[in-house]
């Protein structure tokens, strides 16, 4: 499965972005689609998982500020992010666990500046 992420850029704090991310292979809805994201020198993490049947998780630093969403017939997954913040500052990853193995997107950069 190839992952390729689109929406990062240049924002303003307290600007808005979404993020999307295209599967290239048919994606189960039970199977997790999440989003990471590693800011310079720190460790990739966590930031929202989707899987069918589940509620949504959020890390608590984007906890209401983040949604995440599927199209399962689109083989997508996207990240409405809003009230953005310098320290969101970082690569955004997307990631699906399956059956078949684990997949990583190459990342989409999104950079919360003035």
């Known amino acids: 499965v190839q992952l390729v992420e689109s929406g990062g850029g240049l924002v303003q704090p307290g600007g808005s972005l979404r993020l999307s991310c295209s599967a290239s292979e048919r994606v189960l809805s039970t199977d997790a689609m999440s989003w990471y994201r590693q800011a310079p020198g720190k460790e990739r993490e966590l930031v929202a998982r989707a899987r069918g049947g589940r509620d949504p998780e959020y890390a608590n630093a984007v906890m209401d500020r983040f949604t995440i969403s599927r199209d399962n017939a689109k083989n997508m997954v996207y990240l409405q992010m809003t009230s953005l913040k310098p320290e969101d500052t970082a690569v955004y990853y997307c990631?699906?666990?399956?059956?078949?193995?684990?997949?990583w997107g190459r990342g989409t950069q999104v950079t919360v500046s003035s």
């Open positions: 990631y699906v666990r399956s059956s078949g193995g684990d997949y």
